[in-house]
């Protein structure tokens, strides 16, 4: 909860088709309940998600700021957000309040099986990485569970900008040094990582101004975007082979 002392929600801009614009407007309906879950396949890759994740994590902060605090009588929490590491652990976002540690969950590089993670969290609001939409295959329930579930599908990208990107979310260097402490404090990035993920975060950089560029996109897109496999793992090939007569469906 140490960002609350320092971050506000004065400290974001926003637009959405060009215009000015808040985030409700990117997250239509917005409520503390929400689950954010950010699905990051490269090293540090989840920090090209930063701003609309601390805005988020603000907005949510808002709601407690007075009565926020470890004292007797005072509330801890975090807000429900989580990072979905695939493969293997692309760092450690503590310093941006995914708090505790259970919420960075790792998890095999199956569309299936990334797809279950972010059902067992609940997740409502989900941002995945851009890449080509491929095919992928699923149990039916798994997918119902998320259609039933999901509000909003956004991709980003690990250098910040995405192209055709309708959203945008400035930060100023407040929010940025905390964006920057993750980084040098995720001992799971090599030094050369490390370097080249610094530079893009400068890059980033206008002013002290920090912008970062998103697309909306819909559901099916974003679940083929999961994962470039598109042959089922051996987790999902064997709970289809349990599972009832055309549980499974690929989606094209």
């Known amino acids: 909860m140490h960002t609350t002392k320092i971050i506000s929600s004065d400290n974001f801009s926003f637009t959405l088709d060009g215009y000015l614009a808040s985030l409700e407007d990117i997250f239509p309906g917005l409520h503390n309940q929400d689950r954010i879950g950010i699905v990051v396949r490269s090293p540090g890759g989840a920090t090209g998600a930063s701003g609309l994740l601390m805005a988020t994590i603000t907005h949510f902060y808002d709601s407690y700021r007075l009565n926020l605090g470890n004292e007797i009588g005072k509330v801890r929490i975090y807000p429900e957000c989580f990072i979905f590491h695939v493969g293997k652990s692309h760092g450690n976002h503590a310093d941006m309040d995914v708090w505790p540690p259970h919420r960075e969950v790792v998890v095999e590089d199956d569309p299936e099986q990334i797809l279950e993670v972010i059902n067992d969290r609940a997740i ?19 997918i119902s569970s ?16 995405v192209d055709k990107a309708d959203v945008s979310v400035t930060s100023n260097r407040v929010v940025e040094n905390y964006v920057l402490n993750t980084l040098r404090l995720s001992k799971e990035l090599l030094e050369e990582e490390l370097e080249h993920m610094l530079e893009v975060r400068e890059r980033l950089a206008v002013n002290d101004q920090v912008t970062e560029t998103y697309r909306r996109i819909n559901l099916s897109d974003a679940l083929r975007m999961l994962s470039p496999n598109s042959n089922a793992g051996s987790t999902t090939r064997h709970t289809i082979s349990i599972s009832a007569p055309n549980a499974s469906i690929v989606i094209t």
Not at 132 to 139: I, M
Not at 146 to 161: F, H, P
């Open 124 to 142: 409502t609001r989900l941002i995945v990485e851009d890449s080509p939409p491929l095919s992928a295959t699923f149990l039916r329930e798994t």
């Open 146 to 161: 998320a259609e039933s579930r999901i509000l909003s599908t956004i991709a980003y990208s690990a250098i910040g900008r």
